[in-house]
């Protein structure tokens, strides 16, 4: 069913009109898509490496991803009820460092410095839907080395808490297709910046996007569950989670049932967007 959005609620922040000094107003919260642009994103939805042609382009979890999200942004009323941004990680220093997708297929190599922090594209704010889609586009849109996982999510927690406005909720939406950063970028360890990001208030939902199993090729699932507990966002929250006497939680069975978003198409990359953003926005009409 098409998600439909109706106007905003809140004047927080200043960039809607209703008085704040009710405090029983819904405030249309802040969701910053985290995107993972790392090299494998070149790759199809089974982990290999497609032809670079129009089908082969088509077939990439780039696009497909870019093509969810941008289906998603396309909601009307979307972005009246979320204060919507795009971060993405690694950051691309410029240069011809970080590769198209042409370039990839093309076997040609990065040369970006690994191990980046991410960048934010489009700081969270209401209205944003447009200039999202516009900084995204498969055959533009920059794929880099390695993969630091946590050196993202720190990225976007500094981005939302230099605009957090009180008393709007803030949440993470991070698309991964896999979880190799502990082969490449173990630290800082996406688990433990998932829990700081928590005990600040800020829930994060784990997309995991391209083949489910424990394969190079595939996004972890046990560790994928892990971040949905650390997140604070995983299905069963209550009975699947356990807290840690250091603070923060983990799974309880990683090797269970399905915690995160498993996407492992583009139909599913959607549906997993739209229940997360049904889920926090403010107003929507489903």
């Known amino acids: 069913m098409m998600l439909a959005c109706g106007p905003t609620k809140s004047s927080t922040g200043g960039d809607a009109s209703v008085d704040d000094s009710d405090a029983s107003v819904c405030r249309a919260p802040q969701m910053l898509f985290l995107l993972d642009r790392t090299g494998t994103m070149h790759r199809d939805l089974a982990g290999a490496t497609p032809p670079d042609t129009a089908v082969g382009h088509a077939a990439a979890k780039l696009t497909i991803a870019i093509n969810a999200l941008d289906g998603l942004l396309a909601t009307q009323g979307l972005d009246a009820t979320l204060r919507l941004g795009l971060s993405m990680f690694p950051r691309d220093p410029g240069g011809g460092a970080c590769l198209t997708l042409t370039q990839r297929l093309q076997n040609l190599d990065f040369t970006n410095p690994g191990c980046e922090a991410g960048e934010v ?147 599913g990359l959607s549906a997993a967007l739209r229940e997360v953003a049904g889920e926090v926005c403010c107003g929507c009409i489903f």
């Not at 939406?173 to 928590?198: E, K, M, N």
């Not at 997140?231 to 069975?253: E, K, N, R, Y």
């Open 121 to 267: 594209i489009v700081p969270p704010a209401l209205g944003t839907a447009a200039a999202i889609s516009s900084a995204l586009d498969p055959e533009a849109t920059t794929l880099c080395f390695s993969t630091p996982t946590g050196s993202g999510l720190e990225t976007a927690h500094a981005a939302l808490t230099t605009g957090a406005i009180a008393g709007v909720d803030q949440y993470i939406t991070l698309v991964t297709d896999g979880a190799d950063f502990y082969d490449s970028c173990p630290t800082p360890d996406p688990l433990q910046v998932l829990r700081d990001l928590d005990a600040a208030g800020i829930k994060t939902f784990i997309v995991g996007f391209g083949a489910q199993d424990t394969t190079p090729q595939g996004v972890n699932p046990p560790l994928l569950n892990r971040m949905a507990c650390a997140g604070h966002t995983a299905t069963d929250f209550a009975t699947a989670c356990i807290a840690l006497p250091s603070g923060g939680f983990d799974a309880v069975d990683p090797n269970g049932a399905r915690l995160y978003y498993d996407a492992s198409d583009g139909p």
